[in-house]
């Protein structure tokens, strides 16, 4: 069973930075589209930002030129730049990621919390 295995997550202040990345436990893993989750509490869990097989890229508004997404084909992972993070950012961060057969796979979460 593949795990998609999620890192970066912690405490930052408001303005600071922190990078999450997400590798798959397998490197028979082959992705098509992967991209970020995140769910403050009480709230519904909400797209933040997905990267294409071919590098389309599609943010959240409310992410737009503070997020950057990327990935690296050759090892299946997916990364998350976070910058200018505000309070209103903090929430649980999911992985997502489809194989090639269209078969959907989510990461455990990691938590992001901003300080004000």
């Known amino acids: 069973q593949v795990q998609l295995v999620e890192s970066g997550g912690g405490l930052v202040q408001a303005g600071g930075s922190l990078r999450l990345s997400c590798t798959p436990s397998t490197s028979i893993f082959k992705s098509n589209g992967m991209g970020w989750f995140r769910q403050a509490p009480g709230k519904q869990r909400e797209l933040v930002a997905w990267?294409?097989?071919?590098?389309?890229?599609v943010y959240a508004d409310s992410v737009k030129g503070r997020f950057t997404i990327s990935r690296e084909n050759a090892r299946n992972t997916v990364y998350l730049q976070m910058n200018t993070l505000k309070p209103e950012d903090t929430a649980v961060y999911y992985c997502k990621a489809y194989d090639t057969r269209s078969v959907e796979y989510w990461g455990q979460g990691t938590q992001v919390t901003v300080s004000s």
């Open positions: 990267i294409s097989s071919g590098g389309s890229r």
